[in-house]
């Protein structure tokens, strides 16, 4: 449950709520002004919950490092989300929607992996100033 509220949880909206922003600015680009649709959401929201599923596997795999780890699920990530995009027919078969999906697919990627970077050099910060002032605290105990 831990988990699931520490990281799954944070990661499912970013990527939902950076897709649903893309996919309105995008289409506003277009003039498309009703596309964003409560089937699109739900099938969005379908999809980022089979993505955490395989997150869960991948967490569960012993790989031997965190590179390996990260190139493993973000390159079963991108194959779910451009299979995805086809098979719901959010994008039709072109260039433009196939740079489109890559680019989006690897921001969401980055920016959920700053995230996490901050929250545990924040935490690690959090941690070493308690080890300080428990050291200081002995220190002057006599």
């Given at each position: 449950m831990k988990r699931l509220l520490r990281t799954y949880l944070p990661s499912s909206a970013i990527a939902f709520t950076i897709v649903v922003l893309f996919n309105a600015v995008y289409n506003l680009i277009l003039g498309n002004n009703?596309?964003?649709s409560g089937v699109f959401?739900?099938?969005l929201t379908g999809l980022i919950i089979f993505i955490q599923l395989v997150s869960v596997v991948?967490?569960?795999?012993?790989f031997q490092s965190e590179r390996a780890y990260q190139?493993?699920?973000f390159a079963a990530e991108y194959a779910i989300v451009i299979i995805a995009s086809f098979v719901l027919n959010w994008t039709v078969l072109t260039i433009s929607s196939f740079l489109y999906t890559s680019l989006?697919?690897?921001f969401i990627a980055v920016l959920i992996d700053r995230y996490?970077?901050?929250v545990h050099r924040h935490e690690a910060d959090e941690i070493n100033r308690l080890i300080l002032s428990q050291d200081k605290k002995e220190e002057q105990t006599p």
């Open positions: 009703d596309a964003l959401v739900l099938e991948c967490d569960h795999i012993p190139i493993t699920f989006l697919c690897v996490f970077s901050a």
